[in-house]
């Protein structure tokens, strides 16, 4: 009895560590199986990152490339047309000017000259003003003489009113 309660003990020893194998091992899945979606996730996230650095920088280097390109034409152009310039003076095609006459001052001024002022601004003085009154008189719906109603609507006056 005392083998077999020995026995008894040695087998629930070992069925207690065995089960409690099982519990801490599938505890420890579980905790790896939680942690897979978080790492995933993470390593996505790095990932995410890693191609969004890269996009930036691929922008950087085409602007970059763009502006040496377009500088580095320019000094082509200007390269060429020195080249082409250095030809033409050394063949002495260029070209050339010679002064047939120098340069003379004129005797009398070109333009208007002081009196075209002066006669235009007494002309404007005389008439501006005599503009202005007539058109006034047009605009002006009063009756200043009697014989323009008479003549006009074919009616007789009765009363005249003198100025004063």
């Not at 083998?3 to 040695?10: E, F, I």
């Not at 091992?25 to 191609?51: A, C, D, H």
């Not at 006034?136 to 009113?161: C, E, M, W, Y």
Request: charged share 25%; hydrophobic share 35%; aromatic share 6%.
């Amino acid at each position: 009895m005392e083998a077999d309660q020995s026995t008894l003990n040695n087998r629930s020893t070992s069925s207690c560590a065995a089960s409690s194998r099982k519990t801490s091992s599938t505890s420890r899945r579980s905790k790896r199986v939680s942690q897979i979606p978080q790492q995933r996730l993470q390593q996505e996230l790095n990932r995410g990152k890693l191609l969004h650095t890269g996009d930036a920088r691929l922008a950087e280097l085409t602007r970059d490339y763009q502006v040496n390109r377009d500088i580095y034409q320019d000094l082509l152009r200007r390269r060429e047309s020195a080249r082409v310039s250095m030809n033409l003076d050394r063949d002495r095609q260029g070209f050339t000017f010679k002064i047939q006459e120098p340069a003379t001052l004129p005797l009398y001024p070109s333009g208007l000259r002081f009196w075209h002022f002066v006669a235009g601004g007494i002309l404007l003085g005389l008439l501006i003003p005599v503009g202005l009154l007539y058109a006034r008189l047009q605009f002006d719906p009063r009756i200043r003489i009697g014989n323009a109603i008479s003549s006009r609507h074919k009616v007789p006056i009765a009363a005249v009113v003198p100025h004063l």
